[in-house]
């Protein structure tokens, strides 16, 4: 089975942008990438109804905890993990790698 790449390329919009008269070309590095459609719609979803601190006792933190808790089950799901408590969120990967680190400096 081929790998329709125009099909790929259209899921991301800042691909669709000419500059001059040529196609963007952007690779993974470590101040982020680009992303698809259906990843800027869950963001924006998630600032308009979920944005809060967690543990809060109001509906909007129970909602983020409610989907921090799903992205966890999927990923573990994902990555066959044992539990969900094996897959850790953080900032990013920089911060998590050095936090991990301080246990054995």
Known sequence: MMLDLD???RQFPALQRLEGDR???????????????????????????????SGGSFAT?????????????????FLNAARPEEVVFGPNMTSLTFN???PWR
């Open 61 to 77: 933190s129970q909602r983020n905890d409610a989907m921090m808790e799903a992205a966890r089950q999927t990923l573990a799901t």
């Open 23 to 53: 196609m963007p070309i952007f690779l993974d590095n470590p101040a982020g990438t680009q992303v698809p459609t259906a990843v800027i719609r869950a963001v924006v979803d998630y600032y308009e109804t979920s944005n809060a601190n």
């Open 7 to 9: 099909a790929v390329r």
């Open 100 to 102: 991990l680190s301080l």
